[in-house]
T-cell receptor
Framework: NAGVMQNPRHLVRRRGQEARLRCSPM?????VYWYRQLPEEGLKFMVY????????ESGMPKERFSAEFPKEGPSILRIQQVVRGDSAAYFC?????????????FGPGTRLTVT | AQTVTQSQPEMSVQEAETVTLSCTYD???????LFWYKQPPSRQMILVIR??????QNATENRFSVNFQKAAKSFSLKISDSQLGDAAMYFC???????????FGTGTRLAVRP
């Protein structure tokens, strides 16, 4: 039973480029959460999605960041026109449903480096 | 808003000894969960232990146990018989029933001396 998959594991982008981070939840999970970990800090919530719906995006920066979780395929976190401050580890977690959203299983993370 | 505070940025323990990591939190909710996660150099987030607020009994997982003091809003992690593989960042986290996200502390870096 595969766990949460994230790819790529490492991503290097130059300033101004776009970054696309992908997350495939565990089998049977329909809820996805994205967290960001800046260097030497804890994880900070960004967005919570169900299939085709954004439930809570209170942690997302207002500009350049977007997320989706289509009916088919992985969840995508998209960062447009990246800046050096976007360099961080981005973690995805999934849960079986809203009633058990405390039960979040984490992927290995994507480390984004902006040069 | 809920907050989680870890006041020990770094801790060190001798192999085979016991160490306690501290965590305090602030909430007005009555229904919530508390967690300790381990993050080794690989950066994978590994769930160490979970405590439901309505349970009075402290959670235990092998060498890991918690001291949950609900009135004091304190949730410390005790690691017994420390092993070299326990060296990692440890994060305390909170989940409340009124929201869906985990709120993390800033972490404690644990070093284990051979």
């Amino acid at each position: 039973n595969a766990g949460v998959m994230q790819n790529p594991r490492h991503l290097v982008r130059r300033r101004g480029q776009e970054a696309r981070l992908r997350c495939s939840p565990m089998k049977g999970h329909s809820h996805v959460y994205w967290y960001r970990q800046l260097p030497e800090e804890g994880l900070k919530f960004m967005v919570y999605l169900q299939k085709e719906n954004i439930i809570d995006e209170s942690g997302m920066p207002k500009e350049r960041f977007s997320a989706e979780f289509p009916k088919e395929g992985p969840s995508i976190l998209r960062i447009q026109q990246v800046v050096r401050g976007d360099s961080a580890a981005y973690f995805c977690a999934s849960s079986p449903g809203s009633a058990s959203s405390y039960e979040q299983y984490f992927g290995p993370g994507t480390r984004l480096t902006v040069t | 808003a809920q907050t989680v505070t870890q006041s020990q940025p770094e801790m060190s323990v001798q192999e085979a000894e016991t160490v306690t990591l501290s965590c305090t939190y602030d909430t007005s909710e009555s229904d919530y969960y508390l967690f300790w996660y381990k993050q080794p150099p690989s950066r994978q987030m590994i769930l160490v232990i979970r405590q439901e607020a309505y349970k009075q009994q402290n959670a235990t997982e092998n060498r890991f146990s918690v001291n949950f003091q609900k009135a004091a809003k304190s949730f410390s992690l005790k690691i017994s018989d420390s092993q070299l593989g326990d060296a990692a960042m440890y994060f305390c986290a909170y989940w409340g029933s009124s929201g869906d996200k985990l709120t993390f502390g800033t972490g404690t870096r644990l070093a284990v001396r051979p």
